[in-house]
């Protein structure tokens, strides 16, 4: 059995993460995972970026707490993809800033994320950008190719892009379910099933 | 030839213009629109003409099946078209601040807070010390010393192209309140200080910004009026206005002309004069183009503004790339959809702009089934002509009953190349759905049993891989796999023989490809029939007619299936 498991091309956790073993993890002391999100190979995050000026609020109470990168519950890392914490300076020095993602988020291959937040229910395609800072809020298809600006917010129910990335478009009632992730998340890892029809 | 990928789009009833002729009476005849009452109704007025999805209005009711609402009351399908919209709330996508309807009407449709776009690559734009910018460019000799507190002038700038307001010469003394310094800066007083950097080459500017649109609107307006005013004092509209619904329907009995009679002459009143001065809004257009030619000659076509940075500007007119000022966002809506016939709310988000939930979301994949294809071998890249191909059709059950299906093409594709469809099942059953999005993990491992047992069968009885006639492909829980088999036209454009032209037919279209018209569409028209709780639905609003348990429920339309492109050969 556990030769078996030494075998797969995924290394599955107790809350049921499925992590490639060729995905570069680096820094995994920050990186928080939810459960259920699949990270498959080649894909980076940048866990080493955290926060290196003190930060006075209450955050910096709890041990452990310096979160690089937080991510939420069904969440599908594609190849190649990278999570980047975004970086500016603050009070006079230098400090990364956390990335948080939702739940239920794609990121497609070879996409770079460095957004401060990405909320639920998101999908971003294939080779996007995803600039400093910028905020993604739930419900949010971003099409393959586009280059989210640094700062830019993108409300709920937008699809976006272009370069720099713009909204075309709004996500049509009857298409929320497209997002859910759970089917995604199955057909994936050692023993994967089919997708259904 | 880029790759294309199969698509089913539906076609909405409201293409049909004796439904929407009847969408705007409250009672319309039942006999117009397949309802649960009744429904035996639409199919027979189908049934005497062919659905083209080529045909030009075929355009505006064809939507993919998500884009498409469900009216619980009407029993029918609703498009973004048909369906009447109204504001729930209104805020800025950059801010995410609510707007009330009220300010809006008086402060226009952007964003007053310091929310701007940047005017050459419509990026966000960011408030920014000019002391500690990072741009070393920015940083000038006197105040590169300084210290990095951020103080002194603030500046627009986009991190995307690296564009900031200095290069307009727009420089702010405060952080905050930007919207109103910026406005101040265009059209308040001060305006000629802003163009230090500019210099003496833009006096169209300088002079001509001072009277803004509003300003040159608000004035011609007041002067209109009054003269109306004076033309007629009579008439009213001089006291209404050309808002008031009294006054236009005035307006509209001079002109309709078939009571002018009875109406005493009103055209020859007074002469009314027209705007000529500038306190009257009045402005000569300045021919003098030199100035901006010399500008052009000295700074090239880099200078000048490409067609989309003039179109997202507020005022019009920029012209060369320092006349661009930063855009406030345009505030964006959340709005609820109500059906067009019964006005019943059909789609309402919840009112808080973070919110996303829905109060009501009827939509359509809940009830019509969605049709997936797939080739039935793996895909070639184009369509050959004369060759006949199957594909896989498969239909999910969204619904918890029974679903019966009957399905119908023409046996020939519409429009100048003919391909021959031929669907092998045109009638089958869907079992319900059991869970909506989830259903349980038994369910799932039957479900895959039943598809191998299927695949087995399929096997031994048949021996081959062939589809057959009158049988189903492939079937899961609540999904139905049928094959269609398609013989795909040629698309070579040879006029037929004049032999065998009979005598009156018109002359065969003969003109090169159009766009698009080698994808292969198939008309299809789906009929669904299931016998259903009345009441299950998230709608109560039945009446005293619908009291019965079990109802047997009927859906009929159109849908357009794309299946690849034919190649030219």
Partial sequence: MSRKQVKGEYIETDTGNKVARKAILIGTQHIMLGGKTVIQAEAMIRGDLARTAQVPSSSGAAPGSNTAVAIGRYCFLSKGCCLRPPGRIYKGSFTYLPLRLGDHV???????????????????????????????????????????PANMVIPSFSIVAGQPARIVGEVPEGGHEAFELRELYKSVGNNPQPLPV | MASFTPYTYIQCPCHDTTTTTTTTSQSRPAEDAPSPTSPHSSDDDDDDHNFDPRAPRSNYSLYPLEYLLWCDVCHQIRCPRCVA?????????????????????????????????????????AVQSLESAPEPSLLSADNANTATTPAGPWILSCSYCNWNSSEIGVKFDKPQGIFAQLQKLRHGEDSHSKHAVGGDTSPTKTDSVAATMKARFSAMRSFYSAQNAIANPSSGLGDYGFSSPGALSRIMSIYSGNNAGSHKQKSKGTMTREADSASEGFRALDLDDSSAVSQLRRDGWDSTVIGDQAKSQVEEGARFAEELWPIPYLLRTKRSKRCPVCRHIISKPESKVANTRFRMRLVANTTIPSISIKPFNPPPALLKPLQPVQYLLTFRNPLFDEVKVTLATPATTPGRFASRVTVLCPQFQMDPSTESGMYLVDDALKDDNKDIQGR??????????????????ERGHNWVTIVVEVV????????????????????????????DEDVLEIPMFVRLEWEGDVSHDQMSTSTGKEKDAREKKELAYWCTIGIGRISQE
């Fill in chain 2, 488 to 515: 795909p036209a040629s698309l070579s454009l040879e006029a037929p023989p004049a032999l065998l032209r009979k005598e009156g037919e018109p002359e065969p279209d003969l003109s090169p490809l159009k766009e």
């Fill in chain 2, 456 to 473: 087995r069968r399929r096997g031994t009885e048949g021996g081959t891989h062939q589809a057959e006639a009158g049988k189903i492909w």
């Fill in chain 2, 85 to 125: 919209e109204e504001l729930v709330t209104i805020y800025c996508p950059n801010c995410l601040f609510e707007v009330a309807s009220s300010s809006l009407k008086t402060e226009g449709n952007r964003c007053t807070r310091s929310c701007f776009q940047c005017p050459i690559c419509i990026g966000p734009l």
């Fill in chain 1, 106 to 148: 794609f990121i497609g291959e070879g996409t770079v994320v460095q957004a401060a937040t990405v909320g639920s229910h998101v999908h971003i395609g294939q080779k996007v950008v995803v600039g400093e800072f910028a905020i993604i809020k739930d419900y949010v298809r971003v099409l393959d190719g586009s280059v989210i």
